[in-house]
Each structure stands twice: as C-alpha cells, then as structure tokens.
C-alpha cells in the first residue's frame, strides 16, 4: 500500500496532536525530580500501554549540574511488532528545561518546553495511535528520552544524559537505524540539514529529504547544511552505533527574538500545521521500510 493512500484514509489528527502539546504544558514544567515531571511520565506510560506491544521503562540517575546531585529520571520505549526482523527507532526527549537561560528577563525560571521537549513528544504521541494500523510488520521503538535538557550551556556537560544511558544499557534487539526528532512545533518550521546528521548517516539523510520533497514539503526540508547540533542522536551514533539523524529546527524565534531556552516557549508559537508535515514524513518513512 502507497504511504499516500494511508494518509487519505487514516488522516493524520493534526489537532488532536497539537492537544496532546498543549497538554504537557499544562502539567508544568517536566523537569526532572518534580511532580509534573512524574505526572507527565505516567500520562505517556498509559498512552503507550494502550497501543504498544510492550512499553519499558528505563529508569536512571540523572545528574544535575547546578546543584551537584541526581534525582530519578525515565527512559519510555514503546515497542511495536515485537518479532519484527527489522527494526527501527522513532524517538524525542520529553523533559524540559529547569532553567530559562537564554531569557533577558527571567533566565532563573523553567521553560515552559512547549517545542523544546512537548512538541516531538506530541507528534509521537499521536504516531502511536497509528503505527498499529500501519502495513507491514517492521519493529519499531519509539522512544521518549528523558534527562536531555539539564546541561550547562557552552560546557556541553549534562545534556542528553536519557540517550546517553540508553547507548551504555541498550534494550536488546537493538533498532538498525532512527530518526530523532526535536524542537519540530515551530510556527515558522524550516529543517535545514542537521550538520551531525549528516556525518553520521548521509543515506538516511537522502531518505528523509526524499520523502519531504515528495510530500510537497520542499521548502519546509530544504537541501542546505544547517547548525551542528549536540543532541541525542550524538550518543546513539557514536556509543549505541545505530546511525541516527536529527530532525530539528533550531532557528525557533518570532519577530526576530529569540524563544528558546526562554519563557516564551509557549504553545502560541507553535503550529499544528507543523506536527502535521512532521507525522506525515515519519508515517511516510516508516511505511517504506
Ligand atoms: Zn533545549
């Protein structure tokens, strides 16, 4: 069955999507070692149970830089077609960042996390109540890291720690390939070419832009190198080896300022349209494979 067909029959619930980001920033903050962090993970963790075959939850001690100790913090994979031959990974991060330090006006608050952290977990949110119906028997794992977003800005210690324990403690069988997704909610969404991406897995790279310029999407996934990002894709190629690429628009601003790591990553200037392109390309990659 052509992914095209797929998608006229069981569209694509761009709203009910962009629900499941609003959501999560009514929970507050997802910060790890809070009770909105808690609530936010046991809503995914049913989510998951109500359409996976099998949902593990991957539980570690993140460490946090500020204040020098750790606190719980959870890995949630989702695993579909279990006996699958061949698998792969769709995954995100969920947790948001304790402290807005890139705001002029707040940088001790916690960002609100509506594209960084709530945005890619919406679109996998919604990617779960379909991939059941998907042709095909390809494993899948959808992943929902946890712990990305508590680092040191420029030193580049303590972020990604979620990915990075997974990589050390890999839940057997491991996927062949994945594709990472962050910070896609952007009213305004351009996803130019993730630089790491690039070096890691080019082939996946080819694919993914195919199929957004296929979709019609050629000016949302233009062909042109963007920044090179440290992201959970770096422990998955580099320690895991499984060859993992980084769809993610980090140019996320209105008006010419700046929102992330800001107060003002809020709900307002993210798009359902954006979820939309986004599940549309996964749902169209996966249906390949
Ligand atoms: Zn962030």
Not at 36 to 41: F, G, S
Not at 85 to 91: D, E, I, Y
Not at 145 to 165: N, P, T
Request: hydrophobic letters at 40%; a negative charge; proline letters at 8%.
């Amino acid at each position: 069955m052509a992914a095209g067909l797929y998608a006229q029959n069981v569209p694509w619930d761009a709203h009910r999507a962009f629900g499941y980001l609003e959501k999560q920033v009514q929970f507050g903050p997802r910060i790890p070692g809070s009770r909105e962090h808690l609530a936010c993970r046991d809503w995914i963790v049913a989510h998951a149970e109500a359409f996976a075959d099998t949902v593990i939850v991957q539980q570690f001690r993140a460490y946090r830089p500020v204040t020098g100790d750790t606190v719980d913090a959870f890995n949630i994979i989702a695993r579909f077609h279990a006996g699958g031959a061949k698998r792969v990974m769709l995954s995100t991060h969920w947790d948001t960042r304790p402290f807005a330090d890139r705001d002029p006006l707040s940088p001790g608050r916690p960002v609100p996390g509506a594209n960084d952290g709530a945005s890619g977990t919406a679109v996998l949110m919604e990617m779960m109540e379909h991939i059941p119906m998907l042709p095909g028997d390809t494993g899948i794992d959808v992943v929902f890291w946890d712990a990305e977003d508590m680092g040191i800005a420029g030193s580049g210690e303590g972020f990604c720690q979620g990915s990075e324990y997974y990589a050390r403690h890999p839940v057997e069988p491991l996927p062949e390939k994945g594709i990472l997704i962050d910070m896609i909610g952007d009213h305004e969404l351009r996803i130019p070419v993730e630089a790491n991406s690039m070096r890691y897995a080019p082939q996946l790279v080819a694919e993914v832009w195919e199929i957004a310029r296929r979709l019609g999407y050629r000016e949302v996934f233009p062909l042109e190198t963007g920044p090179e990002v440290y992201d959970d894709h770096v422990p998955l190629n580099e320690t895991a080896g499984i060859p993992t690429i980084n769809v993610i628009d980090f140019h996320y601003t209105a008006r010419g300022r700046n929102l992330w790591h800001t107060t003002r990553d809020l709900p307002s200037y993210c798009s359902p349209r954006s979820l939309q392109i986004i599940g549309e390309v996964l749902v169209t990659w996966i249906t390949e494979q």
